[in-house]
């Protein structure tokens, strides 16, 4: 069973920065591709970025075009954590976010979850 645990999430103003954290359990964490999601009221779930291990110690991130530029994704396997760095944050952006593992762009491919950490960006 694979166990996520989201945190980092707040109230800021636009234009600031945020950094969301997950730490996973459960399963062999550095070859587990991790992905970011979020949730705005009323709207369907949106892939945000994801790291994919791809042989050795090399990862493959890739993103929205809709956060490309403004969020990194990154990842500790030492401590089995998988960030978010999000800046320049806009109204927008206000949502809950996810932490997810699986794969691809569609949260269908993704068979666990983290609670999700609510972000809520004031203009």
């Known amino acids: 069973q694979v166990h996520l645990v989201e945190s980092g999430g707040g109230l800021v103003q636009a234009g600031d920065s945020l950094r969301l954290s997950c730490a996973a359990s459960?399963?062999?964490?550095?070859?587990?591709?991790m992905a970011w999601f979020r949730q705005a009221p009323g709207k369907e779930r949106e892939f945000l970025a994801a790291?994919?291990?791809?042989?050795?110690?090399?990862?493959?991130?890739y993103y929205a075009d809709s956060v490309k530029g403004r969020f990194t994704i990154s990842r500790d396997n030492a401590k089995n954590t998988v960030d978010l760095q999000m800046n320049s944050l806009k109204p927008d952006d206000t949502a809950v976010y996810y932490c997810?593992?699986?794969?691809?762009?569609?949260?269908?491919?993704?068979?666990?979850w983290g609670q999700g950490t609510q972000v809520t960006v004031s203009s």
């Open positions: 997810a593992t699986g794969y691809g762009r569609s949260s269908e491919g993704y068979a666990y």
């Open positions: 459960g399963r062999t964490f550095s070859s587990a591709a």
């Open positions: 790291s994919k291990w791809t042989g050795g110690s090399s990862y493959l991130r």
